[in-house]
């Protein structure tokens, strides 16, 4: 697909250089040349000019529309000056003027018109008006960017990207994956409009409106770009956010214009990204109504997504957003936005897939195993997984590598998981052989507790903001559904790292806020959320409905109520999260001996993975069941 951009216009404008040589002839002509070239006449005060009068020293007088010229008698002398020297002076309204010149027997006249005096006031009358319109299409093309068509008239007018059939590459489906169903529902769309008679000719209709929903990164806007090209249709690409201005009205003549250009290049492609930017709900402020340019700009999409007549069946508007709860309910209806096509992060086998397309632009070695990498990459977004294999790559150019290893794949993981590595932040023996322990009591309890993830690394070397160390733990499998045992599992490896620093210091440190704080939402999510307590029984306490891809470890406020049941809340919260800390000190207390070698390790080598880490949790001894 290609952009159909507009041609620059020419540097060389004649219209703006006419309006530039006429005004110049014009200045030259009324200031400049009779200054330089005119007679240098000596000027005089007008009161003056009426004493010399008075006292019959004027010989003769010239009178002019601005200017009155005025010849002194052959004895009469002003300022030194030569006799019969002529003056002038400015008029001033005076009706008495004639009848003093004749008492006083001056011969006057009034001053004859020039020569080119029309052609003066033609000049004088055209020339202005001449030079104001310059001026105003001058401001007029600054305010479209340096030379548009349409300026600052064009404040209305749709600001969205039309790509037309071209010879430029285009995107289709087969540069998407990891998204089956989601490619499976927009083919319907592509099929109709490469063979609509089959539909229509059995009275079936096509969605007006198709919303693509998911987390960012996943692929939305590549889905509908695919859609266009698959389709080869004309396809208009726009922002929700590039509608919203600060002068109501502008929204909803975007829409407007929008739309009449769709209409006219029908069957084509709407895509607007972004839609809560436009399409919040509008009873989102406690009450309906108003004037407020969001609103009216909703409104207008609202009106034209209802008007499309039978002959404008063909213009399909597609729309994505992240934020599918806070969507007005007049855009989701029937007959609006008919479908609704979910675009979630892939399982395993669509992260291969995924990696499979983006590594075809990158060399591999022939030690490059993708299952592997789609294996440890649980949650990636297709937008995550294109940047891990970037990161990959930059790592083996900058370790000077002719092809990307696995070894550098594995770097990137750690990178995206854990953060940047820290060289510098260089830590005493102390705090090294503290963060050791604490990182093996996490790998320790983990390697016990149902439903963890296995341990595939555990180092002592500082990475990210604040990470001292970290253990990395990857699920074996793709999960989506956990028990409570599972999530009393996950608590309690959280809480393993505090537990060894217990039991080998006998004392605590800082280390642990970050584990607190995710073990204390869990638990809390535990109770308000997914009613795993037997003393509140089934009942969700959290405030109102969670965004739908919210992640799960962030925290949620909880809704009005009584004080006695809030009490119970942080009473069960503090029993889950006991419990949990208990069983994490029994599981080190019981792999004593085996956390001590582990540890000696680690502290040596500042890092365990791989074989070595696995074969020293394979000897991980259960708690006995007492």
Same mark, same amino acid.
């Given at each position: ?116 005096? &029309? ?5 004088? &009358? ?9 001026? &105003? ?57 490469? !063979?609509?008679?089959?539909? !229509? ?128 309910? $007049? ?71 002719? $092809? ?223």
């Amino acid at each position: 697909m290609a952009i159909k951009d507009k041609p620059n216009p020419p540097r060389f404008r004649p219209f703006n250089n006419i309006f530039l040589i006429l005004g110049i002839g014009f200045l030259a002509a009324n200031f400049i040349l009779p200054s330089i070239l005119g007679p240098q006449i000596p000027g005089v005060p007008y009161s003056l000019f009426i004493h010399q009068v008075q006292e019959g020293d004027v010989a003769r007088v010239q009178v002019g529309q601005n200017q009155i010229q005025f010849q002194l008698k052959p004895e009469t002398e002003i300022g030194g000056e030569d006799l019969g020297q002529v003056y002038s002076t400015t008029p001033i309204f005076d009706l008495g003027l004639p009848t003093l010149l004749e008492e006083k027997g001056v011969e006057f006249a009034a001053a004859p018109p020039p020569k080119n005096g &029309w052609i003066g006031n033609v000049l004088g &009358w055209v020339i202005p008006p001449l030079i104001f319109v310059g001026i &105003w299409q001058f401001f007029i093309r600054r305010g479209a960017g340096g030379g548009g068509p349409q300026g600052m008239l064009s404040i209305g007018k749709s600001k969205a990207k039309v790509y037309v059939e071209g010879e430029a590459a285009k995107t289709t489906f087969a540069d998407v994956a990891g998204v089956e169903e989601a490619k499976t529902e927009l083919v319907e769309i592509v099929d109709f409009l490469k !063979t609509p008679g089959r539909y !229509t000719q059995i009275g079936a209709r096509i969605p007006k409106g198709v919303l693509l929903v998911g987390p960012p990164g996943t692929g939305k806007t590549l889905l509908a770009k695919a859609v266009a090209g698959e389709a080869g249709v004309p396809f208009f690409s726009i922002s929700g956010s590039e509608f919203v201005e600060m002068f109501v009205g502008v929204g909803s003549s975007r829409v407007r214009d929008l739309f009449e250009q769709a209409k006219k290049q029908a069957p084509c492609i709407v895509f607007i990204d972004e839609l809560d930017a436009i399409g919040k709900s509008r009873s989102s402020n406690g009450f309906y109504g108003g004037n407020d340019e969001r609103e009216q700009t909703l409104n207008q999409l609202l009106s034209e997504m209802d008007g499309f007549a039978a002959e404008d069946a063909t213009v399909i508007v597609l729309a994505a957003t992240n934020r599918p709860e806070i969507l007005d309910p $007049a855009l989701l209806r029937p007959g609006r936005f008919d479908r609704q096509v979910l675009v979630d992060r892939p399982a395993l086998s669509g992260r291969e897939a995924i990696l499979k397309i983006h590594a075809q632009k990158v060399k591999l070695g022939d030690d490059v195993d993708l299952h592997a990498i789609a294996t440890r990459t649980p949650g990636f977004a297709g937008a995550d997984l294109a940047n891990l294999v970037n990161e990959a790559a930059l790592l083996a150019a900058r370790s000077g590598r002719p $092809a990307v290893a696995q070894t550098d794949f594995s770097e990137a993981i750690e990178r995206v998981v854990a953060g940047l590595e820290k060289k510098s932040r260089v830590l005493n023996d102390k705090e090294k052989k503290i963060v050791a322990y604490h990182e093996v009591g996490h790998a320790l309890v983990g390697s016990l507790m149902p439903g963890s993830g296995r341990v595939e690394k555990i180092s002592i070397v500082s990475r990210g903001m604040a990470a001292l160390g970290y253990t990395l733990q990857l699920p074996t499998e793709d999960r989506f559904l956990m028990d409570e045992a599972e999530l009393r599992g996950q608590i309690a490896t959280l809480l393993g790292g505090r537990s060894a620093e217990e039991i080998v210091f006998n004392s605590i440190t800082t280390g642990a806020s970050n584990d607190l704080q995710r073990a204390t939402d869990l638990a809390e999510q535990m109770v308000t959320t997914f009613g795993m307590s037997k003393v509140l029984g089934p009942l969700a306490y959290q405030q109102g409905a969670r965004p739908m891809f919210l992640d799960q470890g962030m925290p949620n406020a909880r809704r009005s109520m009584s004080e006695e049941t809030a009490q119970a809340i942080d009473r069960e919260v503090k029993d889950i999260v006991e419990t949990a800390h208990q069983q994490a000190l029994e599981a080190i207390r019981h792999n004593r001996d085996l956390m001590e070698t582990i540890t000696t390790q680690l502290l040596e080598t500042e890092a365990l993975e791989g074989k070595t880490l696995h074969h020293l949790l394979d000897q991980v001894q259960a708690i006995p069941v007492t």
